[in-house]
């Protein structure tokens, strides 16, 4: 019987840009492949130049799994943010409507993630972003965060993805604090959403953006 729920239909692009993370691509890189339900769903790891066994594990996974697709990001491309730019060949790539930018540091910690994140796009109308939230505690429990624009997502984007890492620090009052493991945007704002990365944040600006986020998450 054909399946007819709103799901379904959703198909997802899941990007991630990699530099010599052999070790975390071989521990972490299945828990994205790996997910189970009916979402159509790709992965896309985007190699910058790796020096390690990078490429070999990319290449044996790709062979077990016909939903990843790699491509390499060449050293020799300036650019005032390799990541920036890492990311949008990445999203080049992608075939969906929702991209989803995550980290191989932050797998997933449900197998149903991304069925529930489908669910979470098909169940509520003119979304641009989704923040995806999990707690390492209780493995199952997955919050998602919805945003009607874009712009009401970019100072938690600011906030974590800021070029000192720091970002996605600490394991407490993670979505008060904004920790998200995962973004999803909808692809007619990817580039806008992509911008706000790996840009220095501090000082006042910081404080700002800090405010921000607890003030809108304050009473989640």
Same mark, same amino acid.
């Given at each position: 019987?054909?399946?007819?729920?709103?799901?379904?239909?959703?198909?997802?692009?899941?990007?991630?840009?990699?530099?010599?993370?052999?070790?975390?691509?071989?521990?972490?890189?299945?828990?994205?492949?790996?997910?189970?339900?009916?979402?159509?769903?790709?992965?896309?790891?985007?190699?910058?130049?790796? &020096?390690?066994?990078?490429?070999?594990?990319?290449?044996?996974?790709?062979?077990?799994?016909?939903?990843?697709?790699?491509?390499?990001?060449?050293?020799?491309?300036?650019?005032?943010?390799?990541?920036?730019?890492?990311? &949008?060949?990445?999203?080049?790539?992608?075939?969906?409507?929702?991209?989803?930018?995550?980290?191989?540091?932050?797998?997933?910690?449900?197998?149903?993630?991304?069925?529930?994140?489908?669910?979470?796009? &098909?169940?509520?109308?003119?979304?641009?972003?989704?923040?995806?939230? &999990?707690?390492?505690?209780?493995?199952?429990?997955?919050?998602?965060?919805?945003?009607?624009?874009?712009?009401?997502?970019?100072?938690?984007?600011?906030?974590?993805?800021?070029?000192?890492?720091?970002?996605?620090?600490?394991?407490?009052?993670?979505?008060?604090?904004?920790?998200?493991?995962?973004?999803?945007?909808?692809?007619?704002?990817?580039?806008?959403?992509?911008?706000?990365?790996?840009?220095?944040?501090?000082?006042?600006?910081?404080?700002?953006?800090?405010?921000?986020?607890?003030?809108?998450?304050?009473?989640?």
């Amino acid at each position: 019987m054909e399946n007819t729920t709103k799901e379904k239909d959703v198909k997802l692009s899941v990007v991630m840009v990699v530099h010599n993370e052999a070790e975390l691509l071989q521990q972490n890189l299945p828990l994205f492949l790996a997910q189970i339900g009916d979402t159509a769903y790709e992965v896309i790891v985007v190699d910058d130049s790796s &020096s390690d066994a990078t490429p070999d594990i990319l290449k044996s996974m790709k062979a077990e799994y016909p939903h990843l697709h790699t491509t390499f990001f060449p050293k020799s491309v300036p650019n005032p943010s390799r990541l920036q730019l890492a990311m &949008s060949v990445g999203v080049k790539a992608a075939h969906s409507e929702w991209i989803v930018l995550v980290d191989i540091n932050r797998p997933p910690t449900s197998e149903k993630w991304i069925d529930n994140l489908a669910q979470t796009i &098909s169940n509520e109308q003119n979304l641009e972003a989704v923040l995806v939230y &999990s707690d390492k505690k209780q493995q199952d429990t997955i919050c998602y965060q919805s945003f009607q624009q874009l712009e009401e997502v970019i100072p938690f984007i600011l906030k974590a993805e800021r070029r000192s890492g720091h970002g996605h620090q600490g394991k407490h009052l993670k979505i008060k604090r904004g920790i998200y493991d995962a973004v999803t945007i909808r692809r007619t704002r990817i580039y806008d959403a992509i911008r706000q990365y790996d840009r220095i944040i501090k000082g006042l600006r910081l404080t700002r953006l800090r405010l921000s986020v607890g003030w809108n998450n304050l009473w989640n």
